[in-house]
């Protein structure tokens, strides 16, 4: 291959442009023309492709974002659309594609090498969410933040007797809260995976105060959580460009249910976008730099319809049609070590 494309899509996460720099340095010393896609497959679709020089991803291992720029598509989701892709990228030149993304880029990867398009993914999003990687790049940075704030949040928690809820991201799973929640302390942990009812986080919140004679309590709630009897529930009628609906709001209505039933001061604190927002932590960066790395041998050496993840300490080829529609979930097991320390 003599020009490839690289395109960054879904949800920004750190640890993106160390994606692109990696790739792009392993273009530089193989005489491969790298190509960016900008504003994701819309981008395409409307010419927004130049090559990329050295000067382009030079000390960029540490920013955050993706100097590419990004965008959730509906581009794949129409019978016809592998065929515009494919003509756009022919009109470029563009022989073979390296997909930075999560579970949507990944199907859109996954349809465009099923029909014939040389194509090889690169795990990325801070939901940690996809299958066949252990990890995805991004996550551990937002993890970091998050313990930052919980770190942070209890000297405001304590100083003022308070409940303090923390609302993270995490639409249908709910790593960044657990792993969160384990790093920084947390008292209650709640997740799309395992419903939870409200009866059972005033029990342990009165146990804590009342019992324990604590006087503050951190809890942690993904976006997507909910309860079982449907009080608190994050969708709202508002959508998104996928016409899913648009999250964010579950942290305040706990709190004002804590307040209703116990009549503790609570408050709840949205972390929201400062979670992909941040400059990418080292673990990200190395991460980003391995499967970067094993990506671009996999679209030289024609494995197409793979995704480079991240096995035990190895990063492997994984075919994309194995984890297509497959999400990677929190296990009952793993929630256990969040909730040992409730
Ligand atoms: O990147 C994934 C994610 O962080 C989800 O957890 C969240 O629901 C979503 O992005 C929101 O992103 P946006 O508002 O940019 O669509």
């Given at each position: 291959m003599k020009r490839i494309g690289i395109i960054t899509s879904g949800g920004d996460a750190p640890g993106t442009n160390a994606c692109i720099r990696t790739i792009a340095r392993r273009c530089l010393y193989d005489g491969v023309e790298l190509m960016g896609i900008f504003d994701s497959w819309d981008g395409l679709l409307k010419d927004e492709v130049r090559l990329l020089t050295r000067h382009d991803v030079?000390?960029?291992?540490?920013?955050?974002?993706t100097l590419l720029r990004s965008a959730r598509s509906r581009?794949?989701?129409?019978?016809?659309d592998e065929d515009k892709a494919k003509a756009a990228l022919a009109k470029h030149g563009i022989e073979g594609l390296l997909v930075v993304g999560g579970n949507g880029s990944q199907a859109a990867a996954a349809k465009l090498a099923a029909s014939g398009f040389p194509v090889v993914g690169v795990p990325k999003t801070?939901?940690?969410?996809?299958?066949?990687?252990e990890l995805t790049v991004g996550f551990l940075t937002a993890v970091e933040m998050c313990t930052h704030a919980l770190d942070n949040l209890r000297a405001t928690a304590e100083s003022h007797n308070r409940v303090m809820v923390v609302e993270v991201m995490g639409?249908?799973?709910?790593w960044i809260a657990v792993e969160s929640a384990i790093a920084g302390g947390a008292d209650i942990t709640l997740v799309p995976e395992f419903a939870f009812t409200l009866d059972d986080v005033c029990d342990k919140l009165k146990l804590r105060h009342?019992?324990?004679?604590?006087n503050y309590s951190i809890i942690v709630i993904a976006e997507g959580a909910v309860d079982k009897q449907g009080l608190?529930?994050?969708?709202?009628?508002a959508t998104d460009k996928l016409g899913r609906p648009k999250l964010g709001g579950v942290g305040p209505m706990l709190a004002r249910e804590i307040e209703d039933r116990l009549g503790y001061d609570a408050r709840c604190t949205t972390l929201g976008y400062l979670q992909r927002c941040a400059a990418p932590c080292a673990a990200d960066r190395i991460l980003a730099t391995r499967v970067s790395d094993k990506a671009y041998d996999l679209l030289k050496g024609g494995q197409s319809g793979t995704l480079a993840g991240l096995q035990g300490t190895e990063v492997r080829a994984v075919p994309l049609q194995d984890i297509k529609g497959k999400e990677k979930k929190v296990t009952k097991e793993y929630f256990r070590l969040a909730d040992l320390f409730g």
């Open positions: 030079t000390g960029i291992v540490q920013t955050a974002g581009l794949f989701l129409n019978k016809g801070i939901d940690n969410d996809l299958a066949g990687t639409r249908n799973v709910g009342d019992k324990y004679d604590r608190i529930d994050p969708r709202s009628t």
